[in-house]
């Protein structure tokens, strides 16, 4: 066993300057010294950092380590003071292990198969359409952020769950407020609560009126309203926040690479594999959290029950010995196998509906606007804070000729 491992002593709160797609340089620091490292969390706790593709994955598919919040009790930057933690409300199935993971997960998988999401293709084509008809109208300069990159995944989300269009503004903006990270305490709180009664109005609605939607196709199992509501948020947290991030900060490291957008646009047959590539390398998902249930060995450690472990999955997804030249944007590439949408159990759920929405998006939206370009220097874009859960761009200013 390893005597001495490798130690971050804290967790980076910011990138780079000038590197705003790369992962924290203390990360990738830490992922050179060892694929896993000592992390002594705010309040004291000892817990570790994993790093390295392949310890990352491992942890991910070892039922070993625990996702339930009840264990969460220990944050990378903040001091809770030993705090109790609840355990997840019914239907959040994120936050729990088997068999309560099972009993929520198992009843949506059919519903985001490969096949049901591509049946979708035309829906979202017609939403990308509409939404780069209005930035033409309203542009030349746009913010790419709320005039595309959010609008089309909220509506897709809305729409798979049976949320009526008169409601969507409101919807789209309490979910922003608290899943984007960007308010105080309050104002998150506030958002959260409205955007769960709304779910629960709307669990009460379908059982009154069924409608053509994942929810109302819920309604003959044995799911209880509450966790119908659980399950309708964790949808939710899945299908437009992640997705959102990905549009605007994929559009932004494509005009930062203007070789890699110049191929795009001249082979279409490109855009599957360059979805890939930005994924892999933004992994706007950037880290999980895991518990040990029991010791287990790790890396040439062990890690004690009881032990919570950092998953860096931004950091893993540009390990060298996983992926050729892991920091350059290569959307030719062959190595894949990225970890951007998770792996094991807790593999995202909704990762086919993001793909389309992004297989469409990306190209409509260079099509459109062949002389896209960013409207301010790319320094003064404005960046999520690193400790936002989902990484992004909080505002993208664009322009084009006309």
Known sequence: MTDSPHILPTM????????????PKELIEAREQSPIS???????????????YDLVR????DPR?????????HHPTIDYGGI??????PGEFLLMDEPQHSRYRKPLVGKFTVRRMRLLTERVEQITA?????????????????????PIPAIVICELLGVPDEDRGFFQDNIDKFLGGEVGDEELMAAYTATQQYLAELVVAKRAHPTDDVL???????????????MALILLSAG???TANMLALGTFALLQNPEQLAALRADPALTDMAVEELLRYLTVAKQFHRVALEDVELGGHTITAGTTVILSLHTANRDPERFSNPHVLDLRRQDGGHLAFSHGIHQCLGQQLARVELRVAFPALLNRFPTLRLAVPAEEVALRPETADIYGVKSLPVTWDV
């Open 12 to 23: 980076p709160t910011a990138r780079q300057s000038g590197c705003p797609f790369d992962p």
């Open 58 to 61: 491992s942890v991910l598919a």
């Open 130 to 150: 509409d939404h780069l008809d209005a930035m033409e109208k309203a542009g030349p300069t746009v913010d790419l952020v709320t005039a595309f990159a959010k």
């Open 240 to 242: 437009f926040d992640t």
């Open 38 to 52: 000592r992390f002594p969390f705010p309040d004291g706790h000892q817990g570790w950092l994993v790093t390295g």
């Open 65 to 73: 380590f625990s996702s339930r919040r009840e264990l969460m009790s």
């Open 84 to 89: 109790e933690v609840p355990p997840a409300p």
């Open 216 to 230: 109302s196709d819920l309604l003959d199992s044995d799911l209880t309203d509450e966790e119908l509501q659980g």
